[in-house]
């Protein structure tokens, strides 16, 4: 079993920026790919950007590509969504999934996919004004 814990989310100013943290505890060895998705008001869930857990590849929508980075720090069992730019239309509960299927050569393919995360987190808000 693995627990994610997400943490960083708050208000923020158009044009500001915020770094969200997903801390993993548990069977943490049996991951292979992290993955961020959010979720706004009556919106579906919709993906964000995936990290292989082994090597750090990364793989993002395209509606944050350039602006949002993943990062990942094994020894801590953490990774990391650092937002710039943002805008208000970025307002959602954002949250980490912890994948044991698939790796870094199928984070394109498999990475914006939620049903191949086993694990996830409750989410944490992050909220944009205008």
């Known amino acids: 079993q693995v627990l994610l814990v997400e943490s960083g989310g708050g208000l923020v100013q158009a044009g500001g920026s915020l770094r969200l943290s997903c801390a993993a505890s548990?069977?943490?060895?049996?991951?292979?790919?992290m993955g961020w998705f959010r979720q706004a008001p009556e919106k579906e869930r919709e993906f964000v950007a995936a990290?292989?857990?082994?090597?750090?590849?990364?793989y993002y929508a395209d509606a944050v590509k350039g602006r949002f980075t993943s990062s990942r720090d094994n020894a801590k069992n953490t990774v990391y969504l650092q937002m710039n730019s943002l805008k208000p239309e970025d307002t959602a509960i954002y949250y980490c999934?912890?994948?044991?299927?698939?790796?870094?050569?199928?984070?394109?393919?498999?990475?914006?996919?939620?049903?191949?995360?086993?694990?996830w987190g409750r989410g944490t808000q992050v909220t944009v004004s205008s």
């Open positions: 990290i292989s857990w082994t090597d750090g590849r990364t």
């Open positions: 999934a912890a994948s044991r299927l698939f790796s870094a050569p199928g984070l394109a393919t498999r990475g914006p996919v939620a049903s191949n995360y086993d694990y």
């Open positions: 548990g069977s943490t060895f049996s991951i292979y790919a």
